[in-house]
């Protein structure tokens, strides 16, 4: 990521180029700016899968893979080590 100066008021703008990478996405190019919002095309190192997500989400670390490659971590943590105990009273 290089950060260089614009002018202005508006400060600095972020410059991204093809691969780049945020922690599993890696950078494929710049969209179509909508709104003010810069769009990122990446694809997920972990599984091929492409995605466009929002520049400010991949600099602040809000978006680090797929939804795919994400859910996958989530689950693995939920389903983690569980109590044997059944939760009831005795019975």
């Not at 919002?37 to 520049?55: F, K, N, S, Y």
């Not at 996958?72 to 009831?88: I, T």
Request: charged content about 35%; proline content about 2%; aromatic content about 4%.
């Amino acid at each position: 990521m290089r950060i260089h100066s614009q002018g202005g008021n508006f400060g600095r703008r972020i410059v991204v180029k093809r691969g780049d990478p945020y922690g599993a996405w890696e950078v494929i190019r710049e969209l179509e700016e909508i709104d003010n919002i810069r769009r990122i095309l990446c694809v997920c190192r972990l599984c091929g899968e492409r995605g466009i997500v929002m520049l400010k989400t991949l600099t602040t670390g809000a978006s680090k893979r797929c939804i795919r490659c994400g859910s996958r971590g989530r689950r693995r943590r939920r389903d983690g080590p569980r109590k044997l105990d059944g939760g009831g009273g005795s019975g």
